[in-house]
Every structure is written in C-alpha cells, then in structure tokens.
C-alpha cells in the first residue's frame, strides 16, 4: 500500500466504514473498500432501500460473496424441515440467529427484506437475542434462496449443529406471568372489599358482609386454583420423593387459609382470611418470578453443536458437495475456506493451514500448518481454502469425544439443596407439632375452638418471609453481580458459590491474556551484527511475531537485506551481506519436528544464521492484571488448583504465583481436566472451575460451579454456571466474599421471619388470630424481609466496592 | 346504600378488562422482546420521504 494515501484525509468505505486502500471502488461519490461492498450499496439503491444509511454512519457489514455450493445443504428435504418454525400449504416460517447485526439500520433493513423479494411476506427482528424470524412463501422462494440473498447483503445466519435441536423455546415465563397477573388482579380487589374489616366500620346489614364475603371468595378461586397451582404440585411431588421441600409449609398455609375461610364466609358469614391468602400468593410469586429471572441473551449450556456447522463441503470425485457434518466419515475429503471452522480431526491435504484455536483453548495466536500435519477438530482456519482429509468423526475427534463422557448424561449433576428446603422439614415437623398440641389443649376446654386454633396455628406459621428471604436476596445479589460483570445462571449458584473450597483454574486464556504476550530468547546470546541482522530482517514483515521480536532487540540502524522471502505459516528469509538467515518455525530452518510431542500450542520462533542455528524466541503468556494478587489472597482461604494443556514451560514463571501447596498440571487433555475434578470432588472438596474453552467443557460441567471466562461475553462460551468478563477475576476475591455475605443475609432473614412467626403463634394459640391481626402480620413480616434483603445486600456491596446502582 | 353494589360491579368490570389487556399483551408476546420496538418505533413509515431526503443528502 502506498503510505502517501494515508496522509491527509483517509478514505472509509460508505457501506462498512473499513479504509480504502485506494479511490477505484466508487458510485457516485461513495467509496468502497471492495466489490462487495459496492454490490451492497447497488442491491440496496435498486430497491429504495438507501434509508439503511441515512440511520447510522456506515452501517454495513462487509459480505463474503463466493458461497459456491456452501447452502447447498439447505436443499435437504430432513434439513428444511428441522429449521422451518412451522409451515402450511402456502407460508414457512423460520427463525436465524444473526450474530453480525449490531445497529438500528440492521434493524430497519432486516425488517424490510420484503422489499428486495417480493416473495418474503414478514420479517421481524428479536435484536437482544440476534435473531430474526421470516415468514416467506416457499412455493416462490426456498429456504437455501433466502439464506443466499441474506449472506448477499452481509448477514450471514449463523446455522449450527444445534440450531436444529433446540426449536422448542420456554413458555414458563409466561405461565409465571399469567399467575401473577391474576394474583395481583384477586389481591388487589379483595383488599379493596375488606376496608370494611379493616376500618372496623359496623356493618349492621348483614346483606353487605354476606356479599363481600362472597366475592372475595370468589375471587380467591383462581388464585388458590390457578396462581397457587405449583405450590401444591411441587410440594407433593416433593413428598412424594419423601422429601419435605418449602413448598410444603407454604401449601399448608394456603389450604387452611382457604379453607378456613371459606368455612367462614359461607356458614359463619364472617369476613375470612381472603386478603392474607391472595397476598400471599401474589408476594410469594413476584419472588418466585425474581428467582427465576436470568440473563436471556446469555447462552449457559452450549457444548460444541453451538458452535460447529451444521454443514460441510466434502469432495467426490473432484465435485464439490455440501453435506451435514453428522455424516461426515472417516475418509471424506473435505474443504474449509477462509473463517470456516475444522469440524473433525483432520490431516492437512492442500493449502497452508493457519489456524486459530481461540475458542478451544484460550490461546488466540493461529497456528501455522502445513501438509500432512494433523489439524484437530475445533480451529478455525484464518487462511485460503484448504483441503482435508477425515480421519475420526465429528462425535469421535479429541475434543468432541469429551460429550461422550457420563459427566454429560447425568441430568442433575448435584445434589445440592439450598437453605431453605434444608430448613423446611424441621419447620413443618415442628409447626405441625405446636398447631396440634394447641388443637389438644383447647379440645378439652372448648371443642369448637380447637380446629379453629388448628388452622390459625397453620396460617400464620405458613413460612411467607421464609420463602421471599431467599430469592430476593439472592435475586438482588445475582443483579449486583451482574453488575459487575460476572452473569450467573440463576441466583442458587450463588448460595453454592458460599459453599465451595478448593479452586481450579485453567491456564491459557483464564489467567494468561490471549493475544499478550512476552518473548524470551532461549540459545547462544546474539552479538550486536547478529542482533541487528534480525532486527533488520523482522523490519520487512508485517506478522505480530515479527514485531514482537523487532521491538525487543536493539539496534540504531539497519542492514540492507536482499532476497526476502515470506512464507505464510512458515517464517521469513533473507540474505545479508552474504549471509542467509532464516527466522520461524522448526521445520522452516531445517530442524526435525518431533511429532510426538504436544506442539500444538507452543509458539516457538527459531533462528538460523548462515545455516547455523542460534536459539529461538519463545512466547510465553502473560498474566492477566491483578491475578497474582488474587491468587494470593485466594490461597489463604480455598484449595487452588491449576490446570493447563500446554507444555510444563510455563512451571517456573507459575511457581512464582502459586505456592507449593498449589498444584500445578501441565499437558492435560480435556478428559484429564474432568476426571481431576471428580477426584477432588470424590475427596468432598467442592469445586469451582475457572476455565475458558471448549477444552474446559468437561471440567466445568463436572465441577459443582463452572466459571467460564470470556473477553467479550457475546462470543461462544462452554455450558457453565456462570460467565464472567476477563477483566474482573481479580476481583474473584470479593466475589467470593460477597456470596458469603448474600447467604448471611438469608440466616439473619430466616431469624427476623421466625421473630414474627414466634408473634404469630402466640396469638394463634390463644384462639385470638382475627383475620385484622393476619392481614397487618404477614404482609408485615413480608415486607420487613424483602426490604432487609434489598438494602443488605446493597449495602454490603458498597463495602465490598461492588458496583450496585 | 344500594348504590355501592352497582359500583362494585363497575369497579370490578373496569379492573377485569385491564386485567384481560394484561394477559392479551402477554400472550402476543409484547414481553418477550422489550428493546427492538422501542427502536423499530422511530423508523419512517413513509419510504417516498425517506428516499427524497435520502436525494437531497446526495447533492
């Protein structure tokens, strides 16, 4: 490229905003950085569609024009089928998942693709999820047309192995939105008709009483039949289990609030307790609705079908072809272009691999390939096409062989239970025992009296604040949390993170940062000419690693250097004064690789002068900032493990950071990072993993809580508890404490709820519990928990420096 | 006195419906997507006074 271009104004593309390399590329006045950029903006001006860039600055995405036969796979009949939504004799309907829409001119394009085929009748976009639902008539334009005209315009949809699994999406929310609706409907009116009760204002006609009696009967119904529902449904499959759960308590309380009121209301004509209970309902369903609450536009359990193809292109017979990966067979030859992902282990056939292993290990330097050298399933290849041959399965390779595991088909992978379904047998045992020593006491003064005590005894015992305690403090602890950068999935992970003590971290990625790193020169010391020889060299290309090493060596000025040569993937050479020095990789200087050994992630750069080797510069990771400290102060408290994939070269500069106590595991496959958690697990350690890639999907699934780490938490990430930006692990510490801190809040919450059910009862007991004395109690002992949970844990948060507005 | 059982009604009539519009806008999905809308709501209807705006821009 011409620097001169540079200078003064720089030219940006109108379609994507990347830089032009030079003014060729232009319609009227509008520059282009390529062709298919400038395709886009013609689609675009033809179909009045030129709004797309009145609404944002350069909003386009740059698309990749040559699709040759990749969608051919979308002609399959199974296929189609598996994506369609649904379909009828004349609409289909199909939802994509778009990762590259990123703005409102996305927005308002994709919702009018109507435009550019007449044949597509809506299209809607969900843009926190990414996705983007068409309906289209499939007799005018087939599915493979529309995925073609979006790829045409910049927006690829992402189909994956699992897009055809996962089609059922969750209606729960909404069922939990209905209950609640409802709740607060019946909540709402029958406290408006218990004023009078309230009030003490002396209905004299009886008329009056009866009427609001009834009606708040019969609204009750469809909260006690309706929005309470799951209460009773949990609790007697909990008790079926021969498991006393809170829901049992709680049910407790609802029948004998219902019962005993409707009792009341239709022989007595008394008021009954008809306020407590729909208040009940409708409190004890907003906590349920903020336990339930999580992070929609966070994936928590994806495992290597949500990030590998769903199709691949084979060879036969020299003919290209697409075809699902599941069918993909050993044997098969296979093309992978550009930014397309190695479905299976693979020896390299054709073309120069360079291979970027990211989301597997955490390691974001490609990795250069060439012929005959085995490329294992789960890179991503950042060169030209390349020619491979299958030599395992998808579901056999060395990374997907890991889902085979038991680890994976277990359905509940603990057997943790949260505090309060540890309390609530004790506290129903004991409730039950009271409720009938009082009905025993009374029954032989005042029979009448007895069962009346009896269901008082249930109703105000009935553990409301209990129940609320929890998911508001934990709901508010997983917002702060949030907050903060650390996603969990839902707020119980937060009362296991209170419980764990030993610790494992992964390596690569987890607490080294991809793509920093430091060099060191391993051999015979350089002298000055050499030094500046290199340096000279390095000068010509533009690799990373050659700016690596030209800015640790030291030299004023430089040598002319003829016969340059760089070769992608392999090292660069060149002749100074006479001298032929050839920098990269082993192979490339001449040296023998040793297959055997596990080079798959070590960056070494070797350097050969007048065919002399001199050393190499080896690229070690860099920590992340603050983990040195963290670790420290970690170490005091929990056991710390360390795992890595790599190679022992990393142990001397680890040591440093961990103890002895620590230990420290080098060259450990993804089903070794498994079985090392059940073996802590199996000595009653409970464990955190930290861990970042597919490599840790094991580990993370195995361990109690899963941690994965992320730079940029939209990317993939392995199924995990939890997801935490890169940037707070040095805040690990805190986290840790503050969990602690949420489960503190819950005890103290359990002893102030248990003070005023202490209050209750000795009204209960006595036969005094008038339905005016339940409605002011319980809805009292609610809310002193529920404002206790907020402001604790906010507050605590503020000592922590959490942020939590 | 009569009168408040006329009023309940009423008050129970009006409620119920916001209760129903509640349920509708559930059902119809309006709480499932809370951000796209409030984004789609500022697009121009009108494409032809887009396109003439889009022409001025042009000169």
């Known amino acids: 490229m011409n620097a001169d271009s540079k200078i003064g104004n720089t030219l940006t593309c109108f379609h994507c905003g990347d830089e032009c390399h030079d003014d060729s590329i232009k319609i009227d006045e509008k520059f282009f950085c390529c062709n298919g950029c400038k395709t886009v903006y013609e689609i675009f001006e033809q179909n009045n569609l030129c709004n797309y860039y009145n609404l944002e600055n350069s909003p386009g995405i740059s698309p990749n024009l040559n699709f040759g036969k990749r969608f051919d796979y979308l002609e399959d009949y199974l296929t189609i089928q598996k994506l369609l939504d649904y379909q009828d004799e004349k609409i289909s309907n199909v939802t994509f998942n778009i990762p590259q829409m990123h703005c409102s001119s996305c927005i308002w394009l994709l919702e009018n693709l109507y435009k550019l085929n007449k044949s597509i009748k809506n299209s809607r976009v969900d843009f926190l999820k990414k996705k983007l639902s068409i309906q289209f008539n499939h007799s005018e334009i087939s599915l493979k047309q529309i995925v073609q005209l979006l790829a045409s315009i910049g927006y690829e949809p992402q189909i994956l192995l699992d897009t055809v699994d996962q089609k059922e999406e969750k209606h729960l929310n909404k069922k939990l939105f209905y209950k609640i609706g409802i709740a607060g409907f019946c909540f709402g009116n029958v406290m408006l008709l218990s004023f009078p009760e309230y009030l003490s204002i002396d209905i004299t006609e009886t008329y009056f009483r009866k009427l609001f009696g009834h009606l708040n009967l019969l609204l009750s119904l469809p909260v006690f039949f309706y929005s309470a529902s799951g209460y009773f449904i949990s609790a007697l499959q909990g008790l079926k289990k021969k498991f006393i759960n809170l829901d049992v308590p709680i049910s407790l309380g609802i029948l004998a609030l219902f019962l005993r009121s409707a009792f009341e209301v239709l022989i007595l004509s008394g008021p009954g307790y008809f306020d407590s209970l729909t208040g009940l309902v409708f409190f004890l369903l907003i906590g349920k609705f903020l336990q339930e609450k999580t992070y929609d536009t966070l994936s928590f359990d994806r495992n290597y079908k949500s990030y590998f193809p769903l199709a691949v292109t084979i060879l036969i017979d020299g003919k290209e072809e697409s075809i699902p990966v599941s069918n993909l067979k050993t044997g098969n030859r296979i093309i992978v272009r550009k930014n397309e992902l190695i479905p299976a282990d693979c020896v390299l056939f054709n073309g120069d691999g360079r291979i970027d292993y990211s989301f597997v290990t955490g390691e974001s330097k490609p990795v250069g390939k060439v012929s005959g050298e085995m490329i294992y399933a789960g890179g991503r290849q950042l060169g030209g096409a390349i020619e491979l041959e299958v030599i395992k399965e998808v579901s056999q390779s060395y990374l997907t062989q890991l889902w085979n595991h038991d680890s994976f088909s277990k359905i509940s992978k603990s057997t943790f239970t949260n505090f309060s379904n540890a309390v609530s047998k004790y506290f129903t045992t004991a409730v039950l025992l009271i409720a009938a020593a009082a009905a025993l006491y009374w029954f032989q003064s005042d029979s009448a009296k007895a069962l009346n005590v009896f269901t008082a005894v249930l109703i105000v015992a009935c553990p409301c604040a209990l129940a609320l305690s929890t998911p508001f403090t934990l709901g508010n602890a997983m917002r702060i949390f949030g907050k903060n950068k650390l996603y969990v999935k839902n707020s119980a992970v937060i009362e296991k993170i209170a419980k764990i003590n030993s610790i494992v971290f992964d390596k690569t990625g987890t607490i080294t940062q991809p793509g920093k790193s430091d060099l060191i020169y391993h051999g015979k010391i350089l002298t000055p000419h050499q030094q500046k020889s290199i340096k000279s060299i390095v000068r010509n290309s533009t690799h990373p690693l050659s700016k690596k090493i030209f800015d640790s060596l030291e030299a004023e000025d430089f040598f002319p250097v003829t016969a340059y040569n760089e070769i992608t993937g392999k090292g660069i050479e060149g002749v100074i004064y006479g001298n032929p020095i050839k920098i990269g990789s082993s192979e490339f200087i001449g040296l023998v690789n040793d297959h055997s050994k596990n080079n798959f992630l070590k960056t070494e750069i070797h350097i050969s002068f007048n065919d002399e080797v001199l050393g190499n510069f080896i690229v070690s990771n860099s920590y992340r900032e603050g983990i040195a400290e963290t670790i420290k102060q970690i170490e005091k408290k929990y056991k710390l493990s360390l795992l890595s994939g790599d190679n022992p070269a990393e142990k001397e500069n680890l040591q440093k950071y961990f103890t002895s106590e620590s230990n420290l595991l080098f060259n450990q496959s993804p089903e070794d990072k498994l079985n090392y958690i059940k073996t802590l697990q199996s000595k009653n350690e409970i464990v955190m993993m930290i861990g970042d890639g597919l490599n840790d999907a094991g580990a993370l699934n195995q361990s109690d809580i899963g941690i994965s780490v992320t730079d940029d938490i939209s990317n993939f990430t392995p199924a995990s508890d939890a997801i935490a930006d890169a940037g707070i692990l040095n805040r690990l510490v805190d986290f840790l404490k503050y969990s602690r801190d949420s489960v503190n809040i819950i005890y103290i919450n359990f002893g102030i709820s248990f003070f005023y059910n202490v209050i209750g009862l000795s009204f209960a007991v006595q036969g005094l519990l008038s339905p005016l004395i339940a409605a002011v109690l319980m809805p009292l002992s609610s809310i002193t928990v529920v404002s206790f949970a907020t402001l604790a844990t906010n507050f605590i948060a503020k000592r922590r420096n959490l942020a939590w507005k | ?59």
């Open chain 2, 1 to 59: 006195m009569e009168v408040i059982v006329i009023l309940i009604f009423i008050s129970l009539f009006i409620a119920g419906s916001f209760l129903v519009a509640f349920l509708w806008a559930v059902k119809s999905g309006q709480y499932k997507d809370t951000y796209t809308p409030s984004v789609r709501v500022l697009f121009d209807a009108d494409d032809k006074r887009v396109d003439s705006s889009n022409k001025k821009m042009k000169k």
